[in-house]
């Protein structure tokens, strides 16, 4: 009984610390993606997904759609965007440690499925004490006024001990965000 509780116990800890270099190589590849230059592809990709009026968007509590569940986001650059910042990482820590990667694996897919998009990244709705600890809602919103803050995607800890955090304003969110869309579509009209 004892041996097994240690197993469980193990894993447990080996899990958070996979979930926290899984989390830490998201954050660098966001930051990454930020890199404004002609020669970074990552930017251009990652470009994609500021453009999405989120806040324009129907709510998605219902069923996802058939194409999520192949990880078809709504464009190859959405799609990519993910694949490149999130999935990438995990399958590199996959192949270092497998039990807790596989783990991972199934949680990524899941949420990116059913959670992400606007049910918890882009929700207007989820603001306050939550939104310290995780990258949804306003916190996320944020980052899409300010390209320079709120790297993290789904846990916000890096982005606090790597000082990009910044709590927004929850009442000029919706503003702000609808400035910065309407700056982005003149900019790729132009």
Do not use: C
Request: aromatic share 14%.
């Amino acid at each position: 009984m004892l041996e097994g509780f240690q197993t469980a116990a193990t894993f447990g800890l080996r899990l958070f610390g996979v979930f926290l270099a899984w989390t830490l190589l998201m954050y660098l590849m966001h930051r990454l993606a930020h890199v404004v230059h002609p020669a970074n592809p990552l930017w251009r990709i990652h470009l994609a997904h500021h453009r999405v009026p989120y806040l324009s968007m129907p709510d998605r509590s219902h069923w996802p759609d058939p194409g999520q569940f192949l990880f078809w986001l709504g464009s190859w650059k959405l799609s990519l965007d993910v694949i490149i910042s999130m999935t990438v990482p995990l399958l590199l820590l996959t192949w270092l440690f497998p039990a807790e990667g596989l783990t991972l694996l199934v949680v990524h897919y899941l949420y990116e499925v059913f959670l992400s998009e606007t049910r918890l990244d882009h929700n207007p709705r989820i603001k306050g004490h939550l939104t310290r600890f995780f990258a949804w809602g306003h916190y996320h919103l944020y980052h899409h006024v300010n390209l320079k803050r709120n790297y993290g995607l789904i846990v916000t800890w890096w982005d606090w001990l790597l000082g990009t955090a910044r709590m927004p304003d929850e009442h000029r969110i919706p503003h702000l965000i609808q400035k910065r869309q309407q700056r982005l579509s003149k900019e790729s009209s132009a």
